[in-house]
Structures are given as C-alpha cells and as structure tokens.
C-alpha cells in the first residue's frame, strides 16, 4: 500500500498560491509537474517525458494524450478555441509518429454565454476534426454560474495508432543528431496578445494553428529514422529545447540566423519586448534526425504545405551537460535558459 506524504512539496513559503506562471511552459510550471503531479503518481507510463505516451494493448500499440484550452480571446486571428483544441490534441499524437484516429471532447461553459459564438466554436471543432481526418468519439457538457467560467473551457482527449517501429522519444536523442524546424515562430502568441489587448501592426498576424499529422506522417513515411519529434507551444522553442536537453542529457547548440522569424512578428516582438524564442506557437515542430537523413528530412518537410519554411536550426552536440546554447547573429554563444513562466499566459 502506497503511503502518503501530508507535506506539500512545493515551498509553500515561496508559494503558498498557484501563480497564472505555474501553467505557461515554464521552470514554475515544470516545477509544480515534477515535484507535485509527477512525484504522487509515479509510474512507468508516465516517464516516457512525451506529448503523448505509448500504450500496448494486446498486438495494437497507441498513443494517448489530453489537454485543456483556456485561450482568451476565445477567436483570435487564424483560429478560435475549437480548431486549438482539436489541433492541439492532434498535433500531441503526431508527436509519437501516431496516426490520430479519435478525440474526446469536453466542454465546460458559462453560463451566459452566446448561443452563436458556441454554434460557431463547434462548427470550428467539426471543420478541424475533418480536415485532421479524426473523429469525435465521446464527450461530455457542464454549465457554471454566470462569472465562474469565463465563457468557455474545452478539454480534449485523443487515441492514435503507431504503425511504425521508430523508437521517436526525448530519451533517444543521440549525438551528432540534427533539428529542424518546419516554419517560423511566434505567430500564435503575437496573433493572440494582438486580439486581446486591441493592438495594431501595419499587418494582420494571424496564428500558425495547424494540424501536423500529415506532414509527421510524410517524414516517417520516406524511411527516415526520426529520434524524436516536439511541438511548440507554450515556452515556445526555447523552452521545448530546454525540456529536450534536460529529458536526453545532451548539450544542444541552435543557430539564430537560421531560425526563421516573420519580420511583422519580430517587429512586433521588438515592440512588446519579447524575445521569439518563448513565444508559444501552434502548428509548429521540429524534428530531430541523424545528420545522415537531415537533407531528406528537410526536403520532405519543405514538400507539404505546412513546412514550406522549413529549416535546419542546430544540433545535438555530445556533451556532460543539460544545456542549450544559441549562437547569435552576431557570432557571440549565450545560454538559452527556460523562463520561469510564460510572456503571454493563457494563449492555449
């Protein structure tokens, strides 16, 4: 019989409340995961340290995941809360190389809310889901006071197939191995910080909201022994670097002129002082392969639409530390650390 620990191990003298920080991708957000969730529910499933974890079942062998959407706006330039919720979960299966097949969906609403705008949302919901090619399988609807939910919550669960032997997994990230991006970052939380606080650029930037499936399945689909396979949302790259270092125990080396960034996303980025690095992104990934598939990699990448921009951004350098070090323009190395929270909270 499991015993319990009354003591909480979060320092309550440091934090005797939960911080909006303690959700944005952060060392708070990692900390709370690690210390709390991770310590009390211990498991081998849970250490896989991945988007979505694998399951066998019998001979079939799946991916699991669940997530939950709390964006403010609920619309925003290039997507709402429902195409977020589907893309997201989506985008979390890719991750393990699966093919996503079916989601659940949970909807949590306050009471007051618009009937259009919730029309609206599952319409959005329903667009994604089909041009994911998944299905809604089950769900469930709670209504709350007036004032308690903030228009709407939505919580997706979502089941893929593996259908490939590719050990893709933070913890076989080797050596000599090479990341690439499949596009340019920060749009998704310039594009909501923009809708939330009213600014105007001299151009609309609208969220990379998208789903990943197809173009993860191109790359595993031309023979390429992918190691390992990461979103990009909240912490944005930086943090997915640093989470990666800390998960393979390997030292990573990024070039900064060859990380693509939008010129209306870094002027606005110049403008609110933040740095693209943590800035969340929703339709963005890289993919870390041996320097002998990178050129194929990158070449299949650049073949779909959603990974015309793609990139190769640095590697896997052998090394007795966790780190990330990042190359500047101007030829200067500096470490890029993980922030403790996030720039821009609720952007998911």
């Known amino acids: 019989m499991k015993e319990f620990n009354l003591q909480c191990p979060i320092p309550i003298s440091d934090y005797p409340r939960v911080l909006l920080a303690h959700g944005g991708g952060g060392k708070l957000m990692h900390n709370l995961i690690e210390k709390m969730f991770s310590a009390a529910f211990s498991n081998d ?26 964006v403010k706006p609920i619309f925003f330039p290039g997507g709402d809360i429902g195409s977020l919720a589907v893309n997201g979960t989506v985008n979390d299966l890719s991750m393990s190389g699966a093919v996503p097949k079916y989601l659940s969906l949970g909807l949590i609403i306050e009471e007051g809310f618009a009937m259009n705008h919730l029309w609206l949302v599952v319409q959005s919901i329903a667009l994604a889901a089909g041009a994911a090619g998944v299905k809604i399988a089950t769900g469930d609807t709670k209504v709350v006071d007036k004032g ?9 669960s979502g089941i893929g197939l593996i259908e490939h032997n590719l050990n893709i997994s933070p913890k076989n990230i080797q050596n000599g ?19 939330r606080e009213g600014l105007e650029f001299e151009h609309t930037i609208e969220s990379d909201c998208a789903p990943l499936n197809e173009i993860v399945q191109n790359i595993i689909n031309a023979g390429i022994d992918v190691h390992c396979l990461r979103d990009l949302t909240r912490g944005g790259l930086s943090s997915t670097l640093n989470e990666l270092a800390s998960s393979s125990l390997k030292e990573i080396i990024i070039d900064e002129i060859s990380v693509p960034v939008h010129e209306d996303v870094r002027g606005a980025c110049e403008i609110l002082g933040f740095d693209p690095m943590y800035v969340a992104n929703e339709g963005k990934f890289i993919a870390i392969v ?43 190395m500096r470490i890029l650390d993980m922030l403790s929270g996030e720039q821009l909270p609720r952007i998911c």
């Not at 939910?149 to 939505?154: A, E, K, L, P, V």
């Not at 191995?177 to 909501?192: E, F, K, L, M």
């Not at 793609?310 to 990330?324: K, L």
């Open 148 to 156: 308690k939910g903030d228009g709407i919550f939505i919580n997706t």
């Open 45 to 70: 499933i849970l250490q896989q340290d991945h988007d979505s974890v694998q399951i066998q079942i019998d001979s079939a062998k799946i991916a699991y995941t669940t997530d939950s959407y709390v």
């Open 177 to 195: 191995d090479v990341i690439i991006i499949n596009g340019d970052i920060g749009r998704h939380g310039i594009a909501i910080m923009a809708e």
């Open 290 to 332: 041996p320097a002998k598939d990178a050129a194929k990699c990158l070449e299949v990448m650049i073949a779909h639409q959603y990974g015309a921009d793609s990139s190769i951004i640095g590697r896997i350098n052998s090394a007795d530390e966790a780190i990330v070090k990042l190359k500047s323009r101007i030829g200067t």
